[in-house]
T-cell receptor
């Protein structure tokens, strides 16, 4: 069974630009969550989608948005990039929604650098 | 506010000895706890979990202990091996809610 895939793996953008990251979950998984990892901050929750609906959202500004398609693939968009958005963005999928006693499986992440 | 805290940023343990990683939480609604391991340039991988109805769960060399009254959990690795050198994240969730992660503890296994 293929794991969670994320594209692109690396991305360099400049301040003010916008970016779209993609995540393909494990086949059959309907929940996709996004996290931001920065040095010393651990994994900070961005949002979770289940069956194309946003279930939960973290404390990030409205510049961060996402969506999920009918095949469970998910995209995350960040508009008007700031230097502080430089981070590793991780996507995780699970069979059932988060908070229902099932573990999440993570992709390798997309390393975003904002110059 | 940090609901899941890993107060030790790093830990060094001799190969073959026991590694004990600690985690504290503040939200009494958390009922499911997980540990993940992360190598550089890779996503976290799931290690072991425990629900709040248990106080111990074991899987091979990994054992997680949960002390609900103290809002504390720990991960024991016995015996520690070189491949265990990684960053370990503690995570928790309340029913139907997001999973919240701690900041991680870097474990170094010394030869």
């Amino acid at each position: 069974k293929a794991g969670v895939t994320q594209t692109p793996r690396y991305l360099i953008k400049t301040r003010g630009q916008q970016v779209t990251l993609s995540c393909s979950p494990i086949s059959g998984h309907r929940s996709v969550s996004w996290y931001q990892q920065t040095p010393g901050q651990g994994l900070q929750f961005l949002f979770e989608y289940f069956s194309e609906t946003q279930r939960n959202k973290g404390n990030f500004p409205g510049r961060f948005s996402g969506r999920q398609f009918s095949n469970s693939r998910s995209e995350m968009n960040v508009s008007t990039l700031e230097l502080g958005d430089s981070a590793l963005y991780l996507c995780a999928s699970s069979l059932n929604p988060a908070g229902t006693y099932n573990e999440q499986f993570f992709g390798p992440g997309t390393r975003l650098t904002v110059l | 506010d940090q609901q899941v805290k890993q107060n030790s940023p790093s830990l060094s343990v001799q190969e073959g000895r026991i590694s004990i990683l600690n985690c504290d939480y503040t939200n009494s609604m958390f009922d499911y706890f997980l540990w993940y391991k992360k190598y550089p340039a890779e996503g976290p991988t799931f290690l072991i979990s425990i629900s709040s109805i248990k106080d111990k769960n074991e899987d091979g060399r990994f054992t997680v202990f949960l002390n609900k009254s103290a809002k504390h959990l720990s991960l024991h690795i016995v015996p520690s091996q070189p491949g265990d050198s990684a960053v370990y994240f503690c995570a928790a969730s309340a029913p139907d809610d997001k999973i919240i992660f701690g900041k991680g503890t870097r474990l170094h296994i010394l030869p």
